[in-house]
C-alpha cells in the first residue's frame, strides 16, 4: 500500500497536517517524496507530525520541511515512530 507520494505542501495555513496513521493494522507502507514547504500553523496542538503504528513495515523516507512558521503551536515537530493507541 503505497499511503503518499510524491507530495508537495506550499504556502498553506494549517492548524494540523500530518504524515499517519502509517502501518495501522500491520499494514506495510512506503511513503516517500513529500515536501512541507513554506507552510505556517497557528493555534495548534501539533504542527507537522510523522506518526508510524507498532507492528508497521516498509518505510518512510525522502520527507523534508522548509521554511515553517509555529505561532502557539503547543507541538511544532513530532516524529513517533512506535504510536499506539489506547482506544480501539
Same mark, same amino acid.
Given at each position: 500500500?503505497?499511503? #503518499? /507520494?510524491?507530495?508537495?505542501?506550499? #504556502?498553506? &495555513?494549517? +492548524? ?17 517524496? *513529500?515536501?512541507? !514547504?513554506?507552510?505556517?500553523? !497557528? +493555534?495548534? @496542538?501539533?504542527?507537522? $507530525? *510523522? #506518526? &508510524?503504528?507498532?507492528?508497521? @513495515?516498509? !518505510?518512510? $523516507?525522502?520527507? @523534508?520541511?522548509? +521554511?515553517? @512558521?509555529?505561532?502557539?503551536? /503547543?507541538?511544532?515537530? *513530532?516524529?513517533?515512530?512506535? !504510536? ?5
Amino acid at each position: 500500500m503505497i499511503w #503518499k /507520494q510524491h507530495e508537495f505542501f506550499h #504556502k498553506a &495555513i494549517c +492548524k494540523v497536517d500530518s504524515i499517519g496513521s502509517l502501518g495501522k493494522g500491520g499494514l506495510t507502507v512506503q511513503a516517500e517524496d *513529500i515536501h512541507v !514547504y513554506n507552510v505556517s500553523f !497557528y +493555534k495548534s @496542538t501539533n504542527g507537522v $507530525r *510523522i #506518526k &508510524i503504528w507498532q507492528g508497521a @513495515t516498509g !518505510y518512510a $523516507r525522502g520527507i @523534508t520541511f522548509e +521554511k515553517l @512558521t509555529f505561532n502557539w503551536v /503547543q507541538n511544532p515537530i *513530532i516524529i513517533d515512530q512506535n !504510536y499506539f493507541s489506547k482506544v480501539v
